[in-house]
């Protein structure tokens, strides 16, 4: 199987580098020479090749087009532009997209998806969509309970864009200690009052317990792998939940979900888990997931060679993962 990565998230050389003994082959490419991809590529013996840069989007998809064909690729990964590889099945059949473009638009916008959410697989937090400073206050009029704060995010964006904990009152803590994620009522509302246009956005309540994320690997809507993450102050704790895991095979059947993909939740004051979110790529903090020995991108590529698994691979014990900050030498080597 010779397998490759177009240009995505820094997260990505976690990937590639759990792919050095898989005995997949694989291709990696980006536009940034340095790059960590580039840079795991090369340290794994892989291709690395670097994309011209600035490409308009058919220049980029005809580019794509013949690299999948001069590199004889069997398995394509995208990152950059998926959304328009799954509009163009056809002319890229090496493809291995999230979902089909009208899912990927579903899951894609948070409103959408939370609203087609069955909450008898799992609960959601109570939440309300606005578009205005006076929806915005209907809103959090409705929501309102003791003791319960809410929290405003955008019906779309990745990696926390946007995303606030309210307070009814400022804090000065939060000032002093640089929370970057906190804002006051007052500001939230001035902020949207001078706004010409506000996009869509959820306001919803924030549950107090622990908070996961499930890493996951599917293929045409059957789940492969998954990985449970508590997440912690120090660390994160890679834990046995056989229910999140059939919420996972849940998910990926109902959505008929293909690739590595990646749900949020956290658990009410009794101890229940409630769904915030999925994504449909690989989270930010994969190599967490990486670290229980469960081979996410591993699995997908053996699955798309025809490998077959009796069942669905999770971790074997619960453990305790850390990151380790390093930093590395940058060097820009020639295209090749």
């Known amino acids: 199987m010779r397998a490759y990565f177009n240009k995505n998230f820094t997260g990505t050389a976690d990937q590639i580098r759990a792919l050095q003994y898989s005995g997949h082959d694989v291709v990696v490419s980006h536009t940034d020479p340095a790059h960590a991809m580039l840079d795991a590529a090369r340290g794994c013996g892989m291709t690395a090749i670097v994309e011209p840069r600035n490409l308009e989007t058919a220049l980029y998809l005809d580019y794509i087009a013949n690299l999948l064909r001069e590199q004889r690729i069997d398995a394509f990964i995208p990152g950059k ?5 799954a509009e163009q099945r056809g002319r890229f059949p090496q493809a291995i997209v999230p979902a089909d473009p009208h899912t990927l638009r579903l899951i894609n916008n948070k409103a959408r998806f939370l609203a087609d959410w069955p909450q008898s697989l799992l609960p959601l ?3 309300q969509v606005f578009h205005s400073l006076e929806q915005f206050d209907a809103a959090r009029a409705d929501l309102a309970r003791e003791g319960v704060r809410l929290c405003m995010k955008p019906a779309e964006g990745i990696y926390a864009s946007g995303f606030r904990m309210l307070s009814d009152t400022p804090r000065v803590t939060t000032f002093l200690k640089g929370e970057l994620y906190e804002m006051s009522t007052a500001a939230a509302r001035e902020m949207i009052a ?3 246009t506000w996009p869509e956005y959820l306001l919803m309540h924030t549950l107090p317990g622990d908070e996961r994320s499930v890493d996951c690997a599917a293929l045409n809507g059957e789940l492969l792998g998954c990985v449970v993450r508590r997440k912690t102050s120090q660390d994160q704790v890679i ?5 999140l895991v059939a919420v996972a095979r849940a998910m990926a059947r109902r ?3 293909s690739g590595l993909f990646n749900f949020q939740t956290r658990d009410d004051r009794a101890g229940t888990a409630h769904l915030l979110e999925i994504n449909t790529r690989a989270s930010g ?3 967490n997931a990486l670290a229980s020995g469960v081979n996410l991108p591993g699995l997908l590529l053996d699955a798309v060679s025809g490998v077959q698994r009796p069942d669905v691979v999770t971790p074997a014990q619960v453990m305790h993962v850390r990151e380790d900050k390093r930093a590395r030498r940058v060097r820009e080597p020639h295209a090749h």
């Not at 532009?81 to 590889?85: G, K, N, P």
Request: aromatic letters at 14%; charged letters at 30%.
């Open 81 to 85: 532009l998926a959304e328009q590889f």
């Open 125 to 127: 937090p109570r939440w």
């Open 194 to 196: 001078a706004a010409e």
């Open 239 to 243: 834990e046995l939940r056989p229910d």
């Open 255 to 257: 959505y008929h979900l």
């Open 285 to 287: 903090g994969i190599r």
